[in-house]
Every structure is written in structure tokens, then in C-alpha cells.
């Protein structure tokens, strides 16, 4: 992989999600995801998922971090999906529908030799669920 080879670390440690209603997300992760948040403040809120950590941004705080590329607003459309491996995508679906969740789509088995199903945070995040087949 390049990012080794170049002696780069080879795990992604942050995700910043930058998100137009931050007490509306947090309360998604929370509660809907299950995550522990492990800092916060005024403008943010960071959850623990694994050994990656999930930082919530408030959007109005976002261009200073990357400017100058502009801030995508909700309803520009997807532009990436996060996926998390689990055991049983068919018992998290249920789950997710019992918390409220709409599924965009699945579960679905792929040709890939995975089942799948995608969702999206309130702020258009999208999320993927995927079982490896044996």
C-alpha cells in the first residue's frame, strides 16, 4: 500500500463528519449507533469506534479546516460511504429499523460475495453494513 511504503501510518485514527445540526447528530450517534462520545465541546463531539474516532463538526467551524475547498451543504449529494463489518447484516437491519433508521437499500447480497445494506446519518452521511459470505 502507498501510505506504508511511504512510510505513512496504516490506519485511519479520525473521521471529521461536518454536520449542519450538531446536537441532531450526536443524538443519531448516541443513541441510533451506540457510540461512547470520548471528548465535546461547543462545536463538536467525538465518539470512539474502535481504533477510529468519529469528530463531529459543527459546519460553520469546517472551512477554517479547509479552506480554501468549500464546505458541501446536505443535499449536494454522496460523495463517499464509511463501511463497517458485522457478523449478521440482517440482525443489524433490524436493529437499525427499530431505532428509527430507513434503510436506503438491502440487505442485499452481492455479487462480491457480500450482504450489504446502506443508511444515512441526518446529515446525509452515508453508512454501509457488510456481512462477508463464506
Same mark, same amino acid.
Not at 21 to 40: A, M, N, P, W
Not at 48 to 56: A, R
Given at each position: ?36 462520545i470520548i471528548y465535546e465541546d ?22 477554517? *479546516?479547509? =479552506?480554501? #475547498? %468549500? @464546505? ?27 431505532r428509527g433508521v430507513k434503510l ?21 452521511? *452515508?453508512? =454501509?453494513? #457488510? %456481512? @462477508?459470505?463464506?
Amino acid at each position: 500500500m502507498w501510505m506504508t511504503t511511504a512510510g505513512w501510518a496504516n490506519k485511519i485514527t479520525e473521521i471529521t463528519l461536518f454536520v449542519e445540526d450538531l446536537h441532531r447528530s450526536k443524538v443519531f450517534y448516541q443513541e441510533t449507533l451506540e457510540l461512547e462520545i470520548i471528548y465535546e465541546d461547543e462545536s463538536c463531539a467525538v465518539f470512539d469506534h474502535g481504533n477510529t474516532s468519529i469528530n463531529l463538526l459543527d459546519q460553520s467551524n469546517a472551512h477554517e *479546516l479547509i =479552506e480554501p #475547498a %468549500q @464546505v458541501g451543504h446536505l443535499g449536494d449529494g454522496a460523495r463517499f460511504q464509511f463501511t463497517i463489518q458485522v457478523p449478521d447484516v440482517d440482525r443489524v437491519c433490524d436493529e437499525l429499523k427499530l431505532r428509527g433508521v430507513k434503510l436506503l437499500n438491502g440487505p442485499i447480497t452481492r455479487p462480491w460475495g457480500r450482504r450489504t445494506a446502506c443508511f444515512s446519518d441526518p446529515d446525509g452521511h *452515508l453508512w =454501509e453494513i #457488510a %456481512q @462477508v459470505l463464506e
